[in-house]
């Protein structure tokens, strides 16, 4: 029983999984995207930036995705009219999110430590050198990464 549902919470915590609902869009974006392909060569899956890593930030991240069934259920994003109406609303939650946590699941990946500053365009390190010192959540300046970016109030 435990093997069952511990494969249950793994297979949860896939790209694939997150594509079983979410190709559509979201899916087809974030394939053009540099996080999909550059040239570097890595990938950074939707569990990437949306799962946290920490226990139980991902427990809690698994809640949500149990609410996310029954929205599917109920269909408030299964056509491209409906998921581009209610994207405005799902990004500001996403961005709450990311600013809250300190952009934490960037920060798996990219870190203000390992920057090498005078390697990076003028703008960027003009920028960003200040921003480390403050530890800025990263959402505060980078959005639309893997997705088309509905427009921000602020
Ligand atoms: C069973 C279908 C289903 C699966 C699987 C699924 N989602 Fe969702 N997701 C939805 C639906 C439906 C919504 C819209 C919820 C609403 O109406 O507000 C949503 C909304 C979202 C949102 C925006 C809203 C928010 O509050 O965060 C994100 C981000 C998201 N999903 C990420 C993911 C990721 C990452 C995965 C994989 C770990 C995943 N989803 C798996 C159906 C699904
Ligand atoms: C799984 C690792 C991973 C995660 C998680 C990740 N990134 Fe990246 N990111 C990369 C890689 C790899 C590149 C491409 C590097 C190259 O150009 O070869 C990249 C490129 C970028 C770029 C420059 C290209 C562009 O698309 O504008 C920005 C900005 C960026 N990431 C910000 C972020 C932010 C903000 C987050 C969190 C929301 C994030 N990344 C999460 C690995 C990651
Ligand atoms: C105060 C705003 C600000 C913050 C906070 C910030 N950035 Fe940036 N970043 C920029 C600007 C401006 C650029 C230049 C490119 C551009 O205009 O988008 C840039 C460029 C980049 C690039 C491309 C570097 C290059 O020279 O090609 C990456 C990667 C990146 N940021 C990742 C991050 C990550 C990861 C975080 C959080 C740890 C972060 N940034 C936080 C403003 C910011
Ligand atoms: C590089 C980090 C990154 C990756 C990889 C990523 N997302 Fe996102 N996602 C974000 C950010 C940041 C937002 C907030 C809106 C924005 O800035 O585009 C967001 C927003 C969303 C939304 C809300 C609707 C919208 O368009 O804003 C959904 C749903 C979502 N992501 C699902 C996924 C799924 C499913 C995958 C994998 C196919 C994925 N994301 C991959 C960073 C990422």
Excluded at 64 to 76: K, M
Excluded at 85 to 108: D, L
């Amino acid at each position: 029983m435990w093997g069952g549902f511990n494969t249950a919470l793994e297979y949860t915590n896939t790209t694939e999984f997150c594509l079983s609902c979410h190709e559509m869009k979201v899916g087809e974006e974030w394939r053009e995207s540099t996080h999909f392909q550059n040239p570097s060569g890595v990938t950074a899956g939707c569990p990437d930036c949306h799962v946290p890593k920490e226990w139980t930030a991902k427990v809690a991240r698994k809640i949500a995705a149990t609410s996310d069934l029954y929205y599917h259920i109920l269909g408030t994003i299964d056509t491209p009219e409906k998921f581009e109406a209610k994207r405005p609303e799902m990004a500001e939650r996403v961005w709450a999110r990311m600013t809250a946590s300190g952009s934490r699941e960037c920060k798996n990946c990219h870190a203000y430590e390992s920057m090498d500053f005078h390697n990076q365009s003028q703008r960027a390190q003009e920028k960003m050198q200040p921003a480390s010192e403050k530890d800025t959540p990263c959402v505060e300046c980078h959005t639309g990464l893997a997705h088309k970016r509905p427009p921000r109030d602020d």
